[in-house]
Nanobody, 123 residues
């Protein structure tokens, strides 16, 4: 079983910032593209951002462009999602996932997932 873990979620006020981290305890993320996804209550899971294994390519959903920044440090086996100017609409469980080849915002491209971390943004 290959599983990722997320941490850094919490409760913040609207306009605040939060940084999420993702890693894997039992395998290296070096050759995987990593995606961040989120699922709000009553809604489908949506892609938020992804980054290639070497950080040479990345992308964001339109809803978070200009506010969120994805990055990674392969030496530390870590991937990050810096979230700024948070809005109540960002409230969701956030997941990271690993894809063996290319990165996309399509969850079907990802093989390994974390269990999620809760982000709650109050008005």
């Amino acid at each position: 079983q290959l599983q990722l873990v997320e941490f850094g979620g919490g409760l913040v006020q609207s306009g605040g910032s939060l940084s999420l981290s993702c890693t894997a305890s039992d395998f290296s993320l070096d050759y995987y593209a990593i995606g961040w996804f989120r699922q709000a209550p009553g809604k489908e899971r949506e892609g938020v951002s992804w980054i290639s294994h070497s950080s040479s390519s990345l992308n964001y959903a339109d809803s978070v462009k200009g506010r969120f920044t994805i990055s990674r440090d392969n030496d530390k086996n870590m991937v990050y999602l810096q979230m700024n100017n948070l809005k109540p609409e960002d409230t969701a469980v956030y997941y990271c996932a690993a894809a063996p080849a290319i990165g996309t915002l399509d969850e079907n491209s990802y093989d390994y997932w974390g269990l999620g971390t809760q982000v709650t943004v109050s008005a």
